[in-house]
């Protein structure tokens, strides 16, 4: 049986809702981040070297990374669910969004919130780490993430998902980048496709009973 290592917060949660999807049987053991570095704790470690999260166990095997892990739970027990035919145009687009979820987008929104927190550094220095900040976000991060933004809603303007009509693995890749967009881009015009997009994903059973039993989700990028 699968055990998901799962950490709240996390992108374990894409992990949890596509377990749900399959209807597959498994274990959740709980990791609680450090409420003040908001790492996880160094218990994960024992598990992968790494210590992070998400991280999986199935028998002997042990898979860490969000995408690998998808694939290899839809590739082990998935028996054709949830992946294009290959040789498809969806199946291209869904590798290309399971690559570009954490590939080009998600440095953006991590870059953001790590520069967010910059500006609130102490009192004494707070004046030059936000004038650093804004600089940084002016000339690199805003002009990136406005370009990715406005990909994401030209494409979702053809597609009712990633890969075209039908929920797929890269939908649920995607699901954890979409959902801290939706929250947390606020200076930056949001496609309202995105809005949709990530209202069709919570709505679905399956990710209501990942989030049951994972906790809420804050995309800590």
Not at 73 to 78: H, P, Q, R
Not at 141 to 163: E, K, Q, S, V, Y
Not at 168 to 178: E, F, H
């Amino acid at each position: 049986m699968i055990t998901v290592h799962h950490l709240d917060h996390s992108r374990s949660q894409r992990v949890l809702w596509l377990l749900e999807e399959l209807e597959l049987p498994y274990e959740m053991v709980r990791y609680e981040r450090d409420p003040k570095t908001l790492l996880a704790p160094p218990s994960l470690q024992k598990v992968h070297p790494l210590g992070k999260s998400p991280v999986i166990t199935d028998g002997d095997v042990t898979v860490a990374e969000s995408g690998a892990i998808l694939e290899y739970i839809v590739e082990t027990y998935g028996e054709g669910r949830f992946v294009p035919a290959a040789g498809t145009p969806a199946y291209r687009a869904y590798r290309y969004f399971m690559h570009y979820a954490e590939g080009s987008l998600m440095p953006y929104l991590l870059l953001g919130l790590i520069f967010g927190r910059i500006r609130k550094a102490p009192l004494l220095v707070r004046p030059i780490a936000k004038a650093i900040a804004n600089k940084v976000h002016a000339d690199f991060i805003d002009p990136n993430l406005t370009r990715h933004l406005a990909f994401l809603g030209d494409h979702l303007a053809t597609h009712t998902w990633f890969a075209g009509d039908e929920l797929t693995v890269a939908d649920i890749q995607m699901s954890y980048a979409v959902e801290a967009i939706v929250s947390r881009v606020k200076h930056i015009e949001v496609s309202p496709k995105l809005f949709e997009l990530a209202k069709r994903m919570q709505a679905r059973p399956a990710y209501q009973r990942a989030l049951a039993k994972g906790g809420p989700v804050t995309p800590e990028v």
